[in-house]
């Protein structure tokens, strides 16, 4: 065992309780998420819920887009940067789990701002004509590297894109792969690495976010 997986759940802790404090709302949902779901690791969580808000807050973006809503807290992290008249589109494709981004929307003091949509992702990006100001990805993982095909015409300089689980439990070291979501994890890191457009860094939080901006 080494030194960070022994000492991984103390640190975890340590890096809680010096980190601002998770508003209220976020924390029961956080709570309901483990109490009613049958995966709730998949759920954004404290530390890089407040890294989402803090880069929205530098951004005060206008248009934000999250693709996998699953249950609403990376949305209402995002959205506690939103500019007063700035909205955010959150997508997913869980109807049996829709009820509870929704509630947790509604209570929310966002909840003029955010617009929930049960929709494929790829879908709406070949639809759509909004640019957006912040992208958070965590969805269907073997649709990261189309995603990022589909989401660069609808960025502009400045804009700020996200992807999480690109470190995919450490498998992206694997050289040949077997899993096809390994693979396509591995395709999206080498497309951003080498996009001339973006610049980017994989930040080694969790499961791995690849943070970019457009030049």
């Given amino acids: ?12 802790r340590y890096l809680e309780n010096h980190a601002s404090a998770e508003p209220e709302i976020l924390r029961k949902l956080r709570r309901e998420t483990f109490q009613k779901t049958t995966q709730p690791h998949m759920i954004s969580g404290y530390q890089q ?3 989402l808000t803090i880069i929205s807050k530098m951004l005060q973006p206008k248009n934000v887009l999250e693709i996998g809503t699953f249950t609403g807290y990376a949305a209402l992290c995002l959205a506690e940067g939103l500019s007063g008249d700035g909205k955010l589109t959150t997508l997913d494709v869980n109807e049996d789990l829709a009820y509870l981004p929704k509630k947790y929307f509604v209570g929310s003091e ?3 701002q955010i617009h929930f949509k049960l929709q494929d992702a790829k879908e709406f990006l070949k639809e759509t004509d ?3 100001d912040l992208v958070f990805i965590d969805a269907d993982k073997e649709n990261y590297a189309e995603y990022f095909r589909l989401i660069k015409p609808k960025t502009r300089s400045g804009s700020v894109v996200m ?5 995919w439990y450490g498998k992206v070291l694997e050289d040949h792969p077997k899993q096809k979501a390994t693979q396509i994890i591995k395709e999206l890191n080498d497309l951003v690495a080498k996009d001339a457009d973006f610049e980017n860094l994989i930040l080694p939080l969790r499961d791995g976010v690849n943070l970019l901006r457009r030049k």
């Fill in 1 to 12: 065992m080494s030194f960070f997986e022994e000492v991984a759940p103390e640190m975890d």
């Fill in 49 to 51: 819920g407040r890294l």
């Fill in 110 to 112: 966002y909840s003029g």
């Fill in 130 to 132: 909004e640019v957006f």
């Fill in 163 to 167: 992807f999480d689980n690109v470190l």
